[in-house]
């Protein structure tokens, strides 16, 4: 695809996974999907906004972000009323991916994140991404809040990664997960 990358993606994992290789490809990503009042055109600017989207507010900035020629990585249940508008206006404005591409020259992502890892772990797509993040060196917190999260929701999570894994402590959970994985 040319241009700018239009993603509408199932989970916050999928949408890490896009962000990195685009970072990686030089665009300037953004958090959150408002964009600044100057320069209205940001085809040059290469910018790339992301997150959640969940309501018609979040889909009216993610629309005009990329009209505006900033590139939209967002998540969004396809399937509700709310998803299909972001992606019937998306695909108005360009070509939407609703997956993490491979080999592409666009930005897309390299690889996309397994559901199900081959490594015989008894762990979900969701506790996977935290334990990443975790074994990465992000807090509790800042993990969450990077998987689109609330902290009691990771916190759950990490819970049952550790009950999975047959551990009592966070810290010996990623120290299991890195040596199996």
Not at 51 to 73: E, K, N, Q, S
Request: proline share 5%.
């Amino acid at each position: 695809m040319s241009g700018r990358p239009l993603y509408v993606l199932r989970s916050a994992t999928d949408l890490a996974a896009v962000v990195r290789r685009l970072a990686a490809d030089g665009w300037s990503v953004r958090t959150g999907l408002g964009v600044p009042d100057e320069p209205w055109d940001l085809t040059a600017s290469r910018t790339v906004v992301t997150g959640p989207v969940a309501d018609d507010d979040a889909v009216a900035g993610a629309v005009l972000a990329a009209a505006r020629g900033a590139g939209v990585v967002a998540v969004a249940d396809a399937e509700s009323p709310t998803g299909q508008a972001l992606l019937a206006d998306l695909t108005r404005i360009g070509p939407v991916r609703r997956a993490p591409q491979t080999g592409d020259g666009d930005g897309a992502a390299t690889t996309a994140e397994p559901a199900a890892a081959d490594d015989g772990l008894p762990l979900t797509a969701e506790q996977r991404a935290l334990l990443d993040r975790l074994a990465a060196g992000d807090s509790i917190a800042a993990a969450a809040s990077a998987e689109f999260l609330s902290l009691r929701t990771a916190n759950r999570r990490i819970a049952a990664a550790r009950e999975a894994l047959n551990v009592r402590t966070t810290r010996q959970a990623v120290i299991e997960y890195v040596k199996r994985r």
